[in-house]
């Protein structure tokens, strides 16, 4: 199963899946609770397999950290749709997918929000609702394609700070300040950085997007400045998972995706 990961921070980490070969990876799938599958069996196909691919990878990261008692314990909605580990309450986590990848982050002693979205063209209003006036008119100019590929950049930030805030939609992500051309920031007390997309994966005017940082109200040292450094580089050595591949059956953006 290819995969690739990034840990930007001490007790971070994010991964990135196709989600055709999360779902052969059939280890991994043992790990899924039995209200997950009933979810999933009452989704359309292409939801189903967004859905099954995001938890199966997630609980995969949760292996390390946790343990398989851990990585095999119930995920619990909050009212906005944030999943939170009610076994490990200190440890944040976040699912994501878009088109044919996944995307999953778990964050310890943090909240977390990780965001994947394949490009699609803005309307003007989205355009003026999320950009700055002067980005607005910029990406209005552009071509169709690229207008996508840059918009994709903004409501990605966008969308990991709310999810880590556990906000969703009517924390108005629009009001998160981020640019195209800018690869990191801060907003309410998050870090966010874009996460290069790895060649191998195709696809590459995808967007992924990361934001973390300690839950409100909760003080850390602040010795890193506003963006922090650069991302680790990529790692492709295998997740804790080496099954033989067995193909899943057909069962997709985001009503779970936090």
């Not at 899946?17 to 043992?30: F, H, R, Y």
């Not at 997918?97 to 965001?115: K, L, N, P, Q, T």
């Not at 969703?168 to 907003?187: Q, T």
Request: proline share 14%; with cysteine; net charge positive.
């Amino acid at each position: 199963m290819r995969h690739w990961t990034w840990t930007p921070s001490p007790g971070v980490t994010v991964a990135l899946v196709p989600i055709d070969e999360m779902l052969s990876a059939t280890a991994a799938l043992d790990r899924l609770r039995p209200e997950e599958l009933g979810a999933a069996a009452a989704m359309a196909p292409w939801r189903a397999r967004e859905h099954l691919a995001g938890r199966a990878l997630l609980r995969l990261l949760l292996v390390e950290p946790l343990g398989e008692e851990g990585a095999r314990s119930p995920l619990v909605p909050e009212p906005n749709g944030r999943p939170r580990l009610p076994a490990s309450p200190s440890t944040g986590v976040s699912v994501s997918h878009s088109g044919r990848y996944a995307a999953a982050a778990i964050g310890m002693g943090v909240d977390i929000g990780v965001d994947v979205q394949a490009p699609r063209a803005p309307s003007s209003g989205m355009l003026r609702r999320c950009c700055t006036p002067r980005t607005a008119a910029r990406l209005a100019k552009m071509p169709p394609d690229r207008a996508a590929r840059a918009f994709a950049q903004v409501w990605t930030v966008q969308e990991a700070c709310v999810k880590a805030r556990g906000t969703g939609l009517s924390g108005a992500p629009w009001r998160v300040p981020a640019e195209p051309d800018r690869p990191v920031g801060a907003w309410g007390g998050l870090r966010w950085q874009r996460l290069p997309w790895p060649a191998a994966a195709g696809a590459r005017h995808t967007a992924l997007a990361l934001a973390f940082g300690p839950p409100p109200g909760t003080h850390t040292r602040r010795d890193r400045g506003a963006g922090g450094p650069p991302p680790e580089p990529l790692r492709e050595d295998p997740l804790p998972t080496t099954a033989p591949r067995r193909s899943a059956p057909s069962f997709p953006k985001e009503p779970d995706a936090h």
